[in-house]
């Protein structure tokens, strides 16, 4: 596909730089077009997730459940994608869609729509997956984060379904009944995760024995009045080889006051009700054992609600964090407090990249969404480049009445797939890489290699013995 190549300028003392963006066009990304909705046909939807096995030197880019909110069918999915980095720069280029695969159960698509309207019930999951956060076992089978349940399955390198973990019950969106609700938010819900920020972030352990699966935003009901006030993430640990969750920890956003003091004036200052809600995780990366990568970001900048972006960006930024002193809270309640209990440590955290600062240096726009995140190839320096994504939405916005609209670069909606105006054109996604050095991302551990896919290593034996004969011949 045609995209276009922003070089870098920013830098930092701390050693990561930006390299160059890519500026990638809505359409004409898609391999399995989708019959129905028309911006299901070729539609770029990602990055809400970006993986990179070095091993194979390719890269998977995740769609969530499509365009519309989970109110227009869409089988999800996963690009199997290529791309150039330079070497000595880290500059990235000639991004290519190789695979598009789809996540089935049992011969059936799973769908983005939401549980009631796929099943009819609230309470019945079924087959509805809002895919957020992507890894690889040794094995080449996909771990996927979901925020409906919040759920993490297990699919095979062709998308088909291998099993599901357990996910915690204090995660469980329920009403006061008790009774599942994997559709409706507050005041409905008022027990587990909020609607729309399950399971955003997931990455695996560099031993592949341990899964790391991120809220996007607190609990709903762990704050005061509830977890719209809240700083209190929870991360939660599970053991590959059981499926079964092992420990839970508490990570914690940037300050409201740290975040508004980035705004000018106080117009625009977010409210109290906004720290747990408009601002949360993106994504999770592992560096080894104990140290994680996390992309966290508030709800502003260019995308479907803002296209011009008017509104001031507060906060983009990759933090590091560490496990190490962090309390297990799996049989700790934050329920009607936004402090910690005393004696409950939250996991170490500093800060790694400012992605608004370094685009505002390099004089470029900023869009809402940074979603994926993904620790690229090692440099000719020993450096390493860091890839970031952004999910443009489908470049689909809806009215209170699931009306559904394309949404153009110029401010205006209109009907779906009906043409921007003439100088306009759909949200496209962006493309980061940022040279990072190795000292800077520290005692990096990579993840266990990957294996060729069977009929890989088919053609390579052919090739062997191939060879071999020809040698023999002569």
Do not use: H, W
Request: one cysteine or more; a negative charge.
């Amino acid at each position: 596909m045609s995209s276009l190549s922003i070089a870098g300028f920013a830098s930092s003392a701390r050693g990561i730089s930006l390299a160059n963006t890519l500026v990638l066009p809505a359409e004409g990304t898609d391999l399995y077009p989708f019959p129905g909705s028309s911006a299901n046909i070729n539609r770029l939807g990602y990055f809400s997730d970006l993986y990179y096995d070095r091993y194979n030197n390719v890269y998977y880019a995740l769609g969530d459940r499509g365009p519309g909110g989970g109110v227009i069918s869409y089988q999800t999915r996963v690009q199997k994608l290529t791309l150039d980095v330079d070497p000595k720069t880290g500059a990235i280029s000639n991004f290519k869609v190789l695979e598009t695969i789809l996540f089935t159960k049992d011969g059936q698509n799973f769908n983005g729509l939401n549980p009631e309207k796929l099943n009819g019930n609230p309470s019945n999951l079924g087959l509805s997956l809002d895919p957020e956060g992507f890894a690889i076992a040794p094995n080449g089978n996909f771990y996927i984060s979901d925020e409906y349940g919040p759920s993490v399955y297990e699919f095979k390198p062709d998308g088909s379904f291998v099993r599901a973990f357990a996910t915690p019950q204090n995660l469980l969106p329920k009403e006061t009944n008790g009774d599942l609700n994997f559709v409706d938010g507050r005041p409905t819900i008022t027990n587990g995760r909020q609607d729309n920020r399950g399971f955003e972030g997931l990455t695996l352990s560099p031993d592949a024995k341990k899964l790391y699966a991120l809220l996007q935003d607190p609990l709903v009901n762990e704050g005061s009045p509830d977890g719209r006030r809240s700083r209190n993430l929870r991360l939660v640990e599970f053991d590959t080889a059981t499926g079964q969750n092992t420990a839970q920890y508490i990570y914690q956003l940037e300050s409201l006051t740290s975040i508004n003091d980035r705004i000018p004036g106080t117009k625009d200052d977010f409210g109290d009700n906004s720290q747990g809600r408009n601002i949360g995780i993106s994504a999770i990366s592992a560096l080894n054992d104990k140290e994680f990568l996390v992309l966290e970001r508030d709800n502003r900048g260019i995308g479907v609600d803002d296209p011009l972006g008017t509104a001031p960006v507060a906060s983009k930024r990759v933090y590091k964090i560490d496990l190490t002193d962090a309390t297990d809270v799996s049989n700790i309640s934050l329920v009607g407090t936004n402090t910690l209990p005393t004696g409950v440590k939250a996991v170490g955290k500093t800060l790694f990249l400012d992605i608004a600062e370094s685009l505002k240096t390099a004089g470029q726009t900023i869009p809402e969404k940074f979603e994926g995140l993904a620790i690229g190839p090692k440099l000719s320096d020993g450096s390493y480049a860091l890839l970031l994504g952004t999910d443009n939405d489908f470049s689909v916005t809806q009215n209170d009445d699931d009306v559904q609209f394309d949404v153009c670069t110029n401010g205006t909606q209109v009907a779906i797939d009906s043409g921007c105006p003439d100088g306009s054109s759909l949200i496209p996604a962006y493309l980061y890489s940022f040279k990072v050095s190795a000292s800077e991302l520290g005692k990096f551990i990579p993840s266990q290699k990957v294996p060729e896919p069977t009929a890989t290593i088919g053609l390579l034996l052919l090739g062997g013995i191939s060879s071999l004969l020809l040698k023999q011949r002569k």
